[in-house]
T-cell receptor, first 116, second 113 residues
Framework: GAVVSQHPSWVICKSGTSVKIECRSL??????MFWYRQFPKQSLMLMAT?????????EQGVEKDKFLINHASLTLSTLTVTSAHPEDSSFYIC????????????FGPGTRLTVT | GNSVTQMEGPVTLSEEAFLTINCTYT??????LFWYVQYPGEGLQLLLK?????DKGSNKGFEATYRKETTSFHLEKGSVQVSDSAVYFC????????????FGGGTRVLVKP
């Protein structure tokens, strides 16, 4: 149990286009999901906290108009990278918090975004 | 604020060697402490955790003890395997509900046969 999926697992897009990444909790309800960005050989940087039915809370320095987050249901959150540029290329990881399991966080497998 | 410091890698070991990855933290109150593992090309998986002082988390032969007096949570394994090659992240969280994880910088471990 406690599986989190992400789709797609990797994506290549052209500069200026937008890309949507989905994060799903497959067998539990997640009132809160987190979006992280991981640069090569570095740690995870929290980008935003996504709460079901409300606006996401962004960390300092993260552009909310560039990284749009929607958490429309208890099992799905999406991250849209708008007008992507090569510097947005990264590994994006989501996690979902299970409210029924002592608020454990479960991580998705990540999405590798390459902007050309 | 909260912070986690862990030893920089890479750590290169031979199979069956003893592994230690140091982790120290700064936080007010009594955080919960975690070790996550990230295998190549994959997301993070929870390896073990401890929620209060002197607790020992263990899983897959790995152990870590929550040491409040030294604010540490060092990860150890007595005999590593090639399959343990991965990046290991120490992390903390304050409180049970709603609080975000703070990660250390990660330590890459490479086990050679």
């Amino acid at each position: 149990g406690a599986v989190v999926s992400q789709h797609p697992s990797w994506v290549i897009c052209k500069s200026g286009t937008s890309v949507k990444i989905e994060c799903r909790s497959l067998d539990f309800q997640a009132t809160t999901m987190f979006w992280y960005r991981q640069f090569p050989k570095q740690s995870l940087m929290l980008m935003a906290t996504s709460n079901e039915g409300s606006k996401a809370t962004y960390e300092q320095g993260v552009e909310k108009d560039k990284f749009l987050i929607n958490h429309a249901s208890l099992t799905l959150s999406t991250l849209t990278v708008t007008s992507a540029h090569p510097e947005d290329s990264s590994f994006y990881i989501c996690s979902a918090r299970d409210r029924d399991r002592a608020y454990e966080q479960y991580f998705g497998p990540g999405t590798r975004l390459t902007v050309t | 604020g909260n912070s986690v410091t862990q030893m920089e890698g890479p750590v290169t070991l031979s199979e069956e060697a003893f592994l230690t990855i140091n982790c120290t933290y700064t936080a007010t109150g009594y955080p919960s402490l975690f070790w996550y593992v990230q295998y190549p090309g994959e997301g993070l998986q929870l390896l073990l955790k401890a929620t209060k002082a002197d607790d020992k988390g263990s899983n897959k032969g790995f152990e870590a003890t929550y040491r409040k007096e030294t604010t540490s949570f060092h990860l150890e394994k007595g005999s590593v395997q090639v399959s343990d090659s991965a990046v290991y992240f120490c992390a903390l969280k304050r409180g049970a509900a709603g609080n975000k994880l703070t990660f250390g910088g990660g330590t890459r471990v490479l086990v050679k046969p």
